[in-house]
C-alpha cells in the first residue's frame, strides 16, 4: 500500500479510508479490470488482437 500511496502522491491511510483497506482495494482494482477489459475482448477478436489492445 505505501508504494502505490507514494506513487500516487497520496497518504496512505486516504486510500485505506477510501477503498476500505487492502482487500477494497483490490476487489476496485479487479472491478475495474473486468469493465476494462469488456471494452476489448470480444469473443470475435483474434487473440493477437486482444494482446495488442
Known amino acids: 500500500m505505501q508504494d502505490i ?3 500516487a502522491g ?3 491511510q486516504l ?6 483497506g487492502e482487500e ?5 482494482l479487479s472491478r475495474l479490470w473486468v469493465h476494462q477489459e469488456e471494452t476489448f ?9 486482444v494482446l495488442v489492445r
Open 10 to 12: 497520496l497518504n496512505k
Open 24 to 28: 477494497g482495494l483490490w476487489n476496485e
Open 41 to 49: 475482448n470480444q469473443p470475435d477478436t483474434p487473440l493477437d488482437k
Open 15 to 20: 486510500i485505506a479510508y477510501h477503498f476500505g
Open 5 to 7: 500511496a507514494d506513487r
